[in-house]
């Protein structure tokens, strides 16, 4: 296999006096008073000079070796990397709304505040929940702004309490959430089958617990078949049930939490509702609560008065703000925008394709991997590793592989109660042909196990760089370009 050649640093293409362009002299005085005493950088040591040219073709480059869902499977489980479809950008776009400044009066932004509005009523629907603050900024934001929704009511009956239990099967920012609202978090371990174990969780249920918070589907890609018990547990107790959305993409238009029991929720809308997953960010972790829990919403919230929309701040019961303005709105015209394209039937076939997306691997990949959980998946599936390692071989050396194959590692090492874990989502958005070459490529790197691991080990192949030493570079991060003699 032939390496690709190696794209060099900006400033390695640097050399002195280039220029992208220049500017025409000044016609009008200089006045250099104006920022007397200001301490000013006048120039940047090292800074790389280079032509328009060099650095359009350099940054042009360095984005054809970028993997992004626009050209291939992307099958991180629980992330739900699906494709983001280009009309939702298009719309988002829209002057009218690229345009608008966060600050403008209600007056004129009145089609905005329809549209948040709107997307309240299809989340509200979809859900099964009463209402909802679209101002979280990420699903960890979400999460947060959820607890301290339910410390503020608990807070109201008298006793905070002091204890949140989360399934060692539910994603790992719960237990930080839970933490910044001044919490003290109680692992509940799971059953055989993968699911929460309903005796241990009567017997950690006590008056002293706040809530529970639990993932449905679970990280593990399975159901919790029990949630209506388990919610009336809770609720049994004083508690409320805390659901975390993140995996929301194998429920939509056939399961709402909201008739499950669950009392919060929050979804992510660059996960289930197509948004782009971007560098961290943007993201958006809108939170539905019941009736009971509306009050304690964060302001402001969007309400109807005189036949026009308002932002509302009067409500003494609030946690207050969680961020600036309201919310990422493009973020937020994307998703609404998703949601009525597809209709009521498309809403209800993204959890169906994606069940059967993942299924579709799981029994494809049966023998070539080892399944820890032989209960049924939802969206997702995940693997372990149990069979390569035999032959000395890693889910870090097979994720490694899949880049020779041209195909994105799945989620590794997570969820933490399956050793080696490979978790693996498809979306609803993949063809058959597309997953027929993921799975070709799964078995490919199994076979390559048994018969050839030196080549698994030294993977990957054809990539800009070889493998690199994550744990030193975490451990030794370079974070500064060094000109060499």
């Not at 626009?70 to 099958?75: L, V």
Request: hydrophobic share 40%.
């Amino acid at each position: 296999m032939i390496k690709e050649i190696r794209e060099p640093l900006v400033f390695e293409i640097s050399a002195a006096g280039k220029r992208a362009g220049e500017l025409p002299a000044l016609d009008v005085p200089v006045r250099k008073d104006l920022l007397a005493g200001v301490p000013l950088r006048r120039e940047i040591e090292d800074f790389p000079e280079v032509s328009e040219t060099e650095v359009t073709r350099h940054f042009t480059r360095l984005s054809q070796k970028n993997y992004c869902v626009d050209m291939g499977i992307y099958p991180l489980g629980s992330c739900t990397m699906k494709y983001n479809p280009k009309v939702n950008e298009r719309l988002s776009a829209h002057p009218a709304f690229a345009g608008s400044h966060p600050l403008l009066p209600e007056e004129l932004v009145q089609g905005n505040l329809e549209v948040l509005r709107t997307l309240e009523r299809f989340l509200r629907e979809i859900t099964g929940l009463d209402a909802f603050t679209l101002q979280p900024a990420a699903g960890a934001h979400g999460e947060l702004a959820g607890m301290m929704i339910i410390r503020a009511a608990l807070e109201a009956r008298g006793d905070a309490r002091k204890i949140v239990l989360i399934p060692d099967s539910a994603h790992g920012t719960n237990p930080s959430s839970a933490h910044i609202c001044g919490y003290a978090v109680k692992e509940i371990k799971s059953g055989e089958d993968g699911t929460i174990d309903v005796a241990a969780l009567e017997a950690a249920m006590t008056g002293e617990v706040a809530a529970l918070m639990v993932t449905n589907p679970n990280t593990l890609g399975v159901f919790e078949s029990d949630i209506g018990l388990i919610a009336g547990i809770v609720h049994a107790k004083g508690g409320f049930v805390y659901m975390d959305g993140a995996n929301m993409n194998a429920l939509t238009g056939v399961a709402r939490p909201g008739d499950m029991g669950v009392d919060v929720l929050h979804l992510n809308l660059h996960k289930t509702f197509s948004t782009p997953h971007g560098g961290g960010g943007p993201g958006s972790g809108p939170v539905g609560v019941k009736k009971e829990l509306e009050p304690y919403l964060p302001v402001p919230v969007i309400a109807e008065k005189g036949g026009r929309y308002v932002l509302d701040f009067d409500r003494p019961r609030s946690i207050g703000r969680v961020r600036a303005f309201f919310g990422n709105f493009s973020v937020l015209v994307r998703a609404l925008c998703y949601i009525m394209s597809l209709g009521p039937e498309g809403v209800r076939e993204i959890a169906e394709l994606a069940v059967l997306n993942a299924n579709y691997i799981r029994k494809s990949l049966e023998g070539d991997y080892h399944l820890k959980y032989a209960t049924p998946s939802m969206h997702e599936c995940v693997f372990s590793d149990k069979l390569q390692k035999e032959h000395g071989i890693t889910n870090l050396d097979i994720a490694k592989r899949l880049i020779d194959h041209g195909v994105h590692p799945p989620t590794m090492s997570f969820p933490l109660i399956v050793p080696g874990a490979l978790m693996i989502e498809p979306t609803e958005t993949e063809s058959r042909r597309d997953l027929d070459l993921f799975i070709g490529a799964m078995k490919a790197i199994a076979k390559e196990a048994k018969e050839n691991p030196d080549v698994l080990r030294a993977a990957p192949h054809v990539t800009y760089v070889g493998r690199l030493d994550e744990v030193g570079a975490a451990k030794n991060p370079v974070l500064r370009w060094e000109k060499k003699p």
